[in-house]
């Protein structure tokens, strides 16, 4: 069983930084992702890397700004947000699947994330104020 836990998150003001970390167990392969969700709003996609090769995938919203990355000998992924904009407030989850992350490009936009990724973590705040 996989298990997924967040931390990192916080309050910064617009143009800050924050590091997410994501510690797992139970996962050894396919892919992960960072996600967000606003209340009231669906929970989209942020960033994704294969476990094999570790190929990144962005948000355009996100992309240039936030890096993700992973260190396999601590089990942990990251999700490095710089140049925070007050529209990056959210709670932010990280998320695991045995496909490939490519796949899961594929199906994004077609079904709920939720669906797309059957391991979430319990989620860390992030606030970003203008």
């Known amino acids: 069983q996989v298990q997924l836990v967040e931390s990192g998150g916080g309050s910064v003001q617009a143009g800050g930084s924050l590091r997410l970390s994501c510690v797992h167990s139970?996962?050894?392969?396919?892919?992960m992702g960072w996600f967000r969700q606003v209340p009231g709003k669906e929970r989209e996609a942020v960033a994704q890397?294969?476990?094999?090769?570790?190929?990144?995938y962005y948000a355009d919203s996100v992309e240039g700004r936030f890096t993700i990355s992973q260190d396999n000998a601590k089990n942990t992924m990251y999700l490095q947000m710089d140049r925070l904009k007050p529209e990056d407030t959210a709670m932010y989850y990280c998320a695991a699947s045995t496909r490939d992350c490519v796949t899961f490009i594929q199906y994004l936009g077609l079904y709920p994330v939720e669906r797309l990724f059957p391991s979430w973590g319990q989620g860390t705040q992030v606030n970003v104020s203008s």
């Open positions: 890397i294969d476990a094999d090769g570790g190929r990144t």
């Open positions: 139970g996962y050894s392969s396919g892919c």
